[in-house]
């Protein structure tokens, strides 16, 4: 079982001081803890982005792919070897800008996987500019006159894709955010967290002080997780109260149940030599 | 009487079962111990359309089809409007005349023989689905041939369910004893069953011998977008996925695709996908994750003509400067372009070792003449088969002296490649510039030695690629005239060296195989000597006439090019190479 110790890196965190990247990354250490891994058994993948630097950060395995390509790449390695527990990382313009049209697919296919975006509504590493869930109105650089679509809504988009496990964090409350990963993982599916993670040097509407003032936690409020209906309308709460936790969860068959002939089964067991193509040549003479 | 030497074309609508009657009239000749080879011709849509498939037939070893068509199966007007002028004098046609109402000055031959045959009325009398009327057009071709229908009604048996296939059947019967009742001896063809009838060889499309290959290499997860004329290779693996122990997944895009077969590489897993031009574009950019990740990879890229869409259903060899370069940066890369079925089988197995020993992206090249045309070959022999997973770690646990490092510092710059789930090794990858762990960094020196490892992987697989063929000679060493050519012109190219021969012309030809890396010593060693060269290609800027200038600072003679969507006919080539020397 890991230790805080043991999930230490050598790289340099480049991260901006207080941003809240922090509270995601100490989030996932501490459910990898929870929950008793150790390192060889979770993979995590991350796009570009700040957030996709976490792969240095975290002493586990990690891919850092390209940007948007999140979750083909974990579904990729999901689906081949299902004894790993396999996290994707993604940022707001990573996932719902570049990569929005794995979304909704990855969604339907309900490969057990964990996918945590980190939601800063900016994109930071380009030095600021909009995304798909910058407010309308948002001032940016490429946008000096205002944003000009209204924001995306992820949670409700996942919720109409039927996606089987649905919740919302906050990186400014890091222990209720881990809680949310550590059912995100427990979750037999696809597990779906947007976290709100401010960007404390480009996104200077949405701040903490920002969240902080409205946030509230849905579990407080005798919220059904059952209920897709009203999860649904719970999701376009927006202005002076905005939910946190979990929308909807429910258990569903996965991609991999459906492969009966590979079931539990890892692939990457499976010896390259030897394979017997005999029927198939005699079905072609 | 012309015996066993033969090119047969049904044409029709699409939706009328054009390429399967085709297909089954060549493995009917097949299975009477003759030679075949058959391809297809159709547009992009549904229903309508004008479609043919060309059957050829021969006593020996053929690689395409002929310039001409001695027997015409129409379904349609159209086909014989199309097709009428490609017909030998005294070649047959096979139509409906309730259906088709012909005019003397629209056919405007006076030399053809016409066979009515009452498609539509034997297939009424049957009670059966009009699409049936291909299979009587096969049984009165066959009648008109004089061949054994058993033959044909073995290949109906294989392909429907046992109701529909006696339904065909008896079609076809009608369709053969019409025809030698009303056209006996009219025909100055004949097919008969070979000493070689029953002999084993197989027939199948370059697609399904790229399946093949990657099954037989031990792929087990393939994803792929349908992008025609890829499309069959997914049509091939998804059936087959139980039985292998696969995953066959169709994903939202090619990007998906590429990048899940990065995933499922990088796990452990040997995985596959396959897309033409407009696909392999859209996977550009995780091209390059792969080798800047040293993921192996293998993809296959099957050309049609471009730009952009293009001719979506046609072939060309428009991509070859696109497969060496795609995406950012500079990174060794292996492109292969097989020639034939054969190659396809053999050459996708070495794709998979080749991906793996050097963790690099392996690009297949094929186009759609190669991928979509039929070919006979030998059953493909499990004694050649080797696999080389390079240096993937299998154990279940990792014991090394220091921490597991992804990206270690070898002399050949490939690092032993540890599965993530191995006991006692994290695997960090990266598509940034990394160290020997995998950590991002834009450190000068280390960005340096990075680039440096991975193209000392390019020295290492130069030297490899001898003992792989990158190339092969066709005809005498010394030769008046060599002709240079890849992929699918092989077929062509060999055909028209034989009618070429038979005017006792001294060439040869070098096809080249392996393209990425370039094989310059052995292309030098064929050039040196060459009195005269010749570029064969289906492309409009002779790619290859400029690999080979940059390679070897040699200019082309003379280049054959042609780039309308066709293959080019052995007939016509044979002219065109005689024209420039």
Same mark, same amino acid.
């Given at each position: 079982?890991?230790?805080?110790e ?14 809240g990247?922090f509270?995601i ?17 979770v993979?995590i ?5 700040c957030?996709?630097?976490i792969v240095?950060?975290v002493?586990?395995?990690?891919f850092h792919g ?6 083909p ?10 004894n ?7 940022g707001?313009a990573?996932?719902y ?6 979304f909704?697919?990855?969604i339907?296919r309900?490969?057990d ?16 500019q ?12 490429s ?5 000009i679509?209204?924001m ?5 988009h996942?919720l109409v ?7 919302r964090?906050?990186a ?6 881990s ?5 995100a993982?427990r979750?037999r599916?696809?597990a779906f967290i ?10 200077y ?5 920002w969240?902080?003032?409205?946030v509230?936690k849905?579990e407080?409020?005798?919220?059904d ?6 999860a649904l309308e719970?999701?376009?709460?927006w202005g002076?109260?905005?939910?946190i936790g ?5 258990e569903?068959?996965?991609y991999s149940d459906s492969?009966?002939?590979v ?7 499976l010896p390259a030599?030897?394979?017997?193509i005999?029927p ?6 | ?24 009239f ?5 299975r ?10 159709y547009?992009s ?11 050829r ?6 690689? =395409?089809? /002929?310039?001409?068509i001695?027997?015409?199966? +129409?379904?349609?007007?159209?086909? @014989?409007l %199309?097709h009428k002028? !490609?017909?030998v004098?005294?070649?047959g ?5 309730e ?5 003397a ?10 066979y ?18 291909n ?8 009648g ?10 073995g290949?109906?048996r ?13 079609a ?13 001896? =009219?025909? /100055?063809?004949r097919?008969?069953k070979?000493g +070689?009838?029953?002999k084993?060889? @197989?027939? %199948?499309?370059?697609? !399904?011998?790229v399946?093949?290959?990657?099954i037989q290499a031990?792929?087990?997860?393939y994803?792929?977008y ?5 499309t069959g290779?997914?049509?091939f693996?998804?059936?087959?996925d139980?039985?292998y122990?696969?995953i066959?997944i ?7 695709a590429?990048?899940?077969v990065?995933g499922?590489?990088?796990?452990g897993t040997?995985?596959?996908t396959a897309?033409?031009?407009?696909g392999?574009c ?13 993921t192996?990879a ?5 050309q049609r003509?471009?730009?952009s869409?293009?001719?979506?259903t046609y ?8 497969? @060496?370069?795609?995406s950012?940066g !500079?990174?060794p890369?292996v492109?292969?372009a097989p ?9 996708t ?10 963790q690099i992206p ?19 022999d499990p ?6 997973r ?13 921490e597991?490092?992804r ?6 710059g490939?690092s032993?490649?540890?599965?993530p789930?191995m006991?006692g090794?994290?695997?960090r990858?990266?598509a ?10 834009d ?6 030695k ?18 792989y063929?990158p ?9 008046d ?6 992929g699918?012109?092989k ?6 060296m034989k009618?070429?021969s038979?005017?006792?012309?001294k ?9 990425s890396p ?8 064929i ?5 005269k060269?010749?570029v064969?290609?289906?492309n409009k800027?002779?790619?290859?006439s ?8 040699m ?5 054959i090019?042609q780039?309308n969507g066709?293959p ?5 080539l044979s002219?065109?190479i005689?024209?420039?020397l």
């Amino acid at each position: 079982m890991v230790t805080l110790e043991d999930l230490k890196t050598p790289a340099k965190n480049t991260w901006c001081p207080g941003c809240g990247n922090f509270g995601i990354l100490m989030g996932f250490k501490r459910t990898l803890i929870q929950l008793g891994f150790e390192r060889d058994q979770v993979v995590i993948v991350s796009g570009i982005g700040c957030h996709g630097k976490i792969v240095n950060y975290v002493n586990v395995n990690g891919f850092h792919g390209i940007h948007g390509r999140v979750l083909p790449l974990a579904t990729g390695i999901k689906l081949v070897n299902p004894n790993l527990t396999v996290v994707g990382f993604a940022g707001d313009a990573d996932c719902y800008d570049e990569g929005w049209g794995h979304f909704s697919h990855a969604i339907r296919r309900n490969v057990d996987i964990t996918l945590i975006v980190h939601n800063n509504m900016v994109l930071g590493l380009t030095t600021g500019q909009t995304t798909a869930t910058s407010q309308k109105g948002f001032k940016t650089k490429s946008t000096p006159f205002g944003s000009i679509p209204p924001m995306l809504n992820p949670i409700a988009h996942a919720l109409v894709s039927n996606c089987t496990f649905v919740a919302r964090g906050f990186a400014g409350d890091m222990m209720h955010l881990s809680g949310l990963i550590v059912e995100a993982i427990r979750h037999r599916g696809f597990a779906f967290i947007d976290v709100f993670q401010p960007c404390v040097t480009f996104n200077y509407l949405n701040t903490y002080d920002w969240f902080k003032k409205r946030v509230y936690k849905l579990e407080e409020e005798e919220h059904d997780y059952t209920d897709r209906q009203h999860a649904l309308e719970k999701s376009y709460e927006w202005g002076d109260r905005i939910p946190i936790g979990i929308f909807y969860k429910e258990e569903k068959p996965t991609y991999s149940d459906s492969l009966s002939h590979v079931k539990g089964m890892a692939l990457t067991k499976l010896p390259a030599e030897n394979v017997d193509i005999t029927p198939l040549l005699e079905s072609m003479m | 009487m012309i015996v066993n030497k033969i090119s047969v074309l049904i044409g029709g609508e699409a939706g009328a079962g054009i390429t399967r009657s085709g297909f089954l009239f060549a493995k009917a000749c097949l299975r009477g111990g003759l030679h075949v080879f058959g391809a297809n011709d159709y547009q992009s849509l549904i229903r309508g359309g004008r479609n043919f498939y060309i059957a050829r037939v021969d006593t020996e070893e053929i690689y =395409s089809q /002929a310039d001409t068509i001695d027997l015409l199966l +129409a379904l349609n007007k159209e086909t @014989i409007l %199309l097709h009428k002028d !490609e017909l030998v004098p005294g070649g047959g046609v096979v139509y409906d005349a309730e259906e088709i109402a012909l005019k003397a000055e629209e056919l405007n031959r006076d030399d053809l023989k016409l066979y009515s045959i009452p498609l539509r009325g034997i297939v009424k009398e049957l009670e059966g689905d009009l699409i049936m009327r291909n299979t009587v057009a096969l049984g009165a071709a066959m009648g008109l041939l004089d061949y054994d229908l058993d033959i044909l009604n073995g290949g109906l048996r294989d392909t429907f369910k046992p109701k529909v296939a006696e339904l065909n059947v008896n079609a076809a019967k009608m369709g053969y004893d019409y025809a030698q009742k009303h056209y006996a001896e =009219s025909f /100055a063809y004949r097919l008969k069953k070979t000493g +070689a009838a029953g002999k084993r060889k @197989i027939f %199948l499309t370059g697609n !399904e011998a790229v399946g093949l290959g990657a099954i037989q290499a031990g792929c087990k997860f393939y994803a792929a977008y349908p992008m025609t004329p890829a499309t069959g290779v997914l049509h091939f693996m998804a059936p087959l996925d139980r039985e292998y122990d696969m995953i066959v997944i169709q994903t939202e895009s090619e990007i998906a695709a590429i990048n899940m077969v990065a995933g499922a590489f990088f796990a452990g897993t040997r995985a596959m996908t396959a897309t033409s031009g407009g696909g392999f574009c859209l996977m550009s950019e995780g091209l390059g994750m792969t080798a800047m990740t040293e993921t192996p990879a293998v993809i296959m890229l099957a050309q049609r003509p471009g730009p952009s869409t293009g001719l979506p259903t046609y072939s060309g060899q428009g991509d070859l400067r696109f497969a @060496i370069h795609a995406s950012q940066g !500079e990174f060794p890369r292996v492109v292969i372009a097989p020639g034939d079925v054969e190659e396809c089988f053999y050459k996708t197995v070495d794709a998979f070792n080749l991906a793996e020993k050097f963790q690099i992206p392996v690009i297949i090249i094929t186009d759609k003449y190669l991928v979509e045309s039929h070919g006979v070959v030998e059953p493909f022999d499990p004694n050649r088969i080797r696999i080389d997973r390079g240096l993937l770690l299998t154990e279940d646990e990792y014991v090394g002296e220091e921490e597991y490092k992804r990206y270690k510092f070898t002399d050949e710059g490939v690092s032993p490649r540890a599965m993530p789930g191995m006991k006692g090794a994290v695997v960090r990858t990266s598509a940034n510039e990394h160290d020997e762990h995998g950590y991002t960094t834009d450190d000068p020196e280390l960005t340096t030695k990075m680039m440096d490892k991975r193209f000392k992987k390019l020295d290492v697989l130069i030297k490899e690629l001898e003992n792989y063929e990158p190339t092969k000679l066709y005809g005498p060493e010394e030769a008046d005239a060599t002709i240079l050519g890849w992929g699918s012109t092989k077929g062509p190219i060999k055909e028209a060296m034989k009618l070429l021969s038979e005017e006792e012309l001294k060439i040869n030809y070098l096809q080249i195989i392996y393209l990425s890396p370039f094989p310059v010593a052995n292309v030098q060693r064929i050039l040196k000597s060459a009195k005269k060269t010749v570029v064969v290609e289906n492309n409009k800027t002779s790619q290859l006439s400029s690999l080979i200038r940059e390679h070897l600072l040699m200019t082309i003679d003379h280049k054959i090019l042609q780039y309308n969507g066709r293959p080019f006919n052995p007939g016509e080539l044979s002219q065109r190479i005689k024209e420039v020397l």
